[in-house]
């Protein structure tokens, strides 16, 4: 793993990184249906596969490499935290690749599946249309049959990430249609796989199939990340192929989006932290102004009080974030190769719960963690050369695309909360309890002083969800309408939670004399920090949860 | 005042609105020298000076008509809304003004005001240097007494506002410099009038000064606003004249700094009224999703419990910030006019403490409201045509210049809160007590709901305030590392204030029958908002203030 991740650091840095900027001052453009992706990509997307890269955590099977989840994710934060805009290439491919995985029929797995894990085709995943956002209910995209059992799709899908791209020889479009007999709603809708070139049987491509990319956003950030305007069907009808049972698209696409929402939650990892690594080292040479103590002249403002504070907060906040990501994904192969079936479930339960906790609260983090970055900065900040703000432009979208914070904190509420009464609240609830037990254990007044402020966080936390529980059962309007407080509460009880297990291996590894003592040892400072400038908001929160919709629910 | 009004909103709304998008897509370009501003920002500004609009709180002896500064705030704001990029112009010439009325002989007022009052001419306000952003002790442009009594200017200057431009026949270049035998430091820092081209005694222009504009920065927002490198004294050396006594440059401008960082707040309350009035026009005509509570389908977005929420968020707080501000501005008038010397001083004291506040509070709500707007309108709100990213974008230099918000926080701090030790404090206290027994006295149970939490927001403040002075004593470090969080509490709260007044008003006028009821109605809903959603963060903020310094404070 060690090997693995090394290697990782060394392409994102080398390879991703500088092309960063490139990306974003020169973006994307569409000529002739094709869209150029900037100077250097071709080359770097050429690199990553010969790396074997987009393989690490698909099945064998299917020529992947079987990593636990838990490598791969990490892997991610690199490539997402070095170029976001590149990043989401792979992301979206790997989310097409686990919906075939998922859902397909043994056929299109073995003629589509091993070209996209192994990256020599992309995928993409094609949901929203211009009068649907994030109400798939309305879509409209249909699907007719063929004589030969295919498919002709007709419509159009917008916000399609790397829709359109000249990176990969193929591109296997994901896209959600209906039935000439489907069922209105949601219920009605299934899957398709639409290839951008048709694959003879052989496996060599054939045909250019009926779709194509009728314009790119002019977008905030992630320039480089072709954001297209896909038509389907504008002659005679894009060959497409179902996926799995008629009307299930949906569902499959529920089971994919649990892993394309903690990818997002990482890439708000991942942009915080970039943000905080370049802002510690503006901090660090920028020199300016004196100690505000000894009136010493010409330090760096890493010295000044504020600038220092704001440091801690990213940091806090992102490793925070980290953990508890980690920490879920751990859970997820947990989940899928626990030897235990009550492990496995019980996992299962968690990741659940806590996957829009991962999305919405890390990226809201992320934000404001390259919100920060820029105000470390100052002028320089607000100044597009120096990178910080371009960290912030590309940051905007991730509490928007694969459900908006709003639609985490509603699934959260309603669907893992409410649904199930409080049952998977009350496996983590107890996971945290158990962690808050070994703290108080440890004979350490430093540690020790974790505790109290720890426990509060979490008694806030579970009396608020509840109250909600109660609540929701004769006023949903009211309870949803402080969802996403509620989801912020959790996130930051989470995060204190995470630097409760941070405390403890700190103090295992301070016990034994292994690893970097000074490392431990600030651990144990950055949780004090936490729990003091983060931690602190859960009382408040819960208030708001508690008397926020009062009169202000939709029901009330 | 209410004509004056109507026609501002006028020019706003017809004139600056629709340059606002052109602005920021063309922003500015440097040719030769010169400095190219949008299409159609010329004629903004001629219909501007022909509608006397940048005369109108200048004092009537140098052509201005005189108003108020709290008439003049609210026209202001407007610009601001409209087009932030081009309202930065006024802004700097009338903070120029500001500073030549306070400092300037009397020959130097009579040849130079009237023109730079009229908006014939534009000033600007030369601090930084490269080597010194916030830290204008270390400033090195210089200044060499010349024979005939002026002086030669030579440094370079950056991130200078409207530092050169086609707007008008000259501009007044106000510039930081020191004399030769200046003493080191910030006492050693003379204040110089440098115009771009000469004035004759006649008033006509004369030869072209020594300074130019070396370039103009590439920025995240406000494009149409240029912001130059200035280089002065390139050659023989650019004239200047001083301004007042030497060695007290610094000491000028931070008379006018305290209207300038208002003007900065008010800057951060227009941008989250523009975020604001946009995204609910979006959430009111956007078509999306089912009813959470009754299923019934295609409802405006406006209906979702969590999009109303943000609305109610965003309302709420610009409005609390506004009314502050209003406030403070009408604090200013009567530290200038009254008739009782008690009551000046008394409003001056209130004024300079709260200053910092309106500046520091009411930017980061400007940032927060255009990030929220931004969210409103989801995916539309990542695409840029849509135009709320650029309020994002031009959002985020108002916590910067004029003093970061980590400045504001340590000005509120060490200079107006442990320096006259809580003498300003109490001041302010006494004013919020008398508004919250006013409530307390009415005999209505919703407004009476209101006294509870208002008061608990009030007693957090105080005793972290209190706290402050008596550690600010021993462990100055350690007070100063939560000085950012003490400035968010003091803005919180004096938003909780300022809608307890705006209860009382509504209150008021229902029980004279007069104004609007719905609107007196909805105010006090707001109110209670308020109290919920955000003076809630009171209780956290005092937490941090008083504990989350203990390890890591400066001297600690």
Redesign the interface.
């Known amino acids: 793993m060690a090997a693995i991740l090394d290697e990782a650091d060394k392409f994102a840095s080398e390879v991703l990184a500088p092309l960063n900027r490139v990306g974003d001052i020169q973006g994307c453009r569409l000529e002739d249906g094709n869209v150029a992706t900037p100077a250097g990509w071709q080359e770097a997307y050429r690199t990553f596969r010969a790396g074997g890269w987009p393989t690490i955590a698909a099945p064998h099977e299917y020529g992947g490499q079987g990593m636990p989840k838990l490598v791969a994710a990490a892997v991610m934060e690199m490539w997402q935290a070095s170029n976001l805009a590149f990043s989401l290439m792979p992301l979206l491919s790997t989310g097409a690749a686990e919906a075939l995985q998922i859902a397909a029929s043994e056929p299109i797995k073995q003629k589509y599946l091993p070209k996209l894990v192994s990256g020599q085709w992309g995928g993409t995943m094609n949901l929203?249309e211009p009068?649907?956002?994030?109400?798939l209910?309305?879509l409209r995209a249909r699907a007719e049959p063929a004589a030969d059992g295919s498919y002709r799709i007709f419509g159009q899908k917008?916000?399609i990430t790397y829709g359109e791209h000249q990176l990969t020889d193929n591109i296997l479009h994901l896209v959600l249609a209906r039935l000439p007999d489907a069922p209105p709603g949601v219920k009605g809708i299934s899957l398709f796989l639409v290839p951008k070139y048709l694959v003879n049987d052989d496996g060599a491509l054939g045909d250019r199939n009926d779709v194509r990319c009728v314009s790119v956003?002019?977008?905030?950030?992630i320039h480089a990340s072709p954001t297209c305007v896909m038509a389907y069907g504008d002659n005679s009808g894009a060959i497409g192929y179902l996926v799995g049972e008629p009307s299930h698209g949906l569902e499959y696409m529920f089971v994919m989006m649990n892993e394309a929402r903690f990818g997002v939650g990482l890439q708000g990892i991942a942009i915080a932290e970039r943000a905080y690594q370049q802002a510690l080292a503006y901090a660090h040479e920028r020199?300016?102004?004196?100690?505000?103590?000894t009136g010493e002249?010409?330090v760096p403002i890493a010295?000044?009080?504020?600038?220092?504070?704001?440091l801690?907060l990213m940091q806090s906040r992102t490793q925070a974030a980290r953990m508890l990501a980690y920490w879920v994904v751990g859970q997820f192969d947990v989940a899928h190769a626990h030897t235990d079936a009550y492990e496995r479930e019980r996992a299962h339960q968690l990741v659940d719960f806590l996957i829009p906790i991962v999305k919405g609260w890390s990226t809201e983090v992320g934000?404001d963690s390259a919100?920060l970055g820029?105000?470390i900065h100052?002028?320089?900040?607000?100044?597009?050369?120096t990178g910080a703000?371009q960290h912030?432009?590309d940051a905007?979208?991730l509490?928007?695309?694969e459900g908006?914070?709003?639609i985490q904190?509603?699934d959260l509420l309603t669907r893992k909360l409410l649904r199930d009464n409080g049952s998977s609240l009350k496996q983590l609830l107890a996971c945290m309890r158990a962690d808050l037990d070994s703290l108080r254990s440890i004979d350490d007044q430093r540690i020790k002083g974790l505790v109290p402020p720890m426990e509060a966080s979490l008694v806030h936390f579970e009396s608020a969800a509840l109250s909600l529980i109660e609540r929701g059962k004769t006023n949903?309007?009211a309870v949803?309408?402080?969802?996403?407080?509620f989801l912020m509460l959790a996130g930051t009880v989470c995060g204190a939670w995470q630097w409760g297990k941070a405390v403890l291996a700190a103090s295992r590894r301070l016990g034994d004399g292994t690893g970097d003592a000074r490392f431990h040892r600030e651990q144990i400072?950055l949780a004090?920090?936490y729990m003091?400038?983060v931690a602190?908001?859960?009382?408040?929160?819960a208030?708001?949860v508690a008397?926020?919709a009062?009169?202000?629910?939709?029901?009330a």
């Open positions: 929203t009068q649907a956002g994030s109400d209910a309305a917008i916000f956003e002019h977008k905030l950030g020199i300016q102004g004196r100690d505000a103590l002249g010409s010295a000044h009080p504020d600038v220092r504070r704001m801690m934000n919100y820029v105000q100052g002028g320089m900040g607000f100044v597009e050369e703000a912030m432009r905007r979208i509490t928007i695309y908006t914070t709003g904190a509603n949903l309007g949803m309408f402080v969802a996403v407080p400072e004090h920090f003091a400038h602190t908001g859960a009382s408040a929160l208030e708001t008397h926020g009062h009169e202000w629910g939709m029901g």
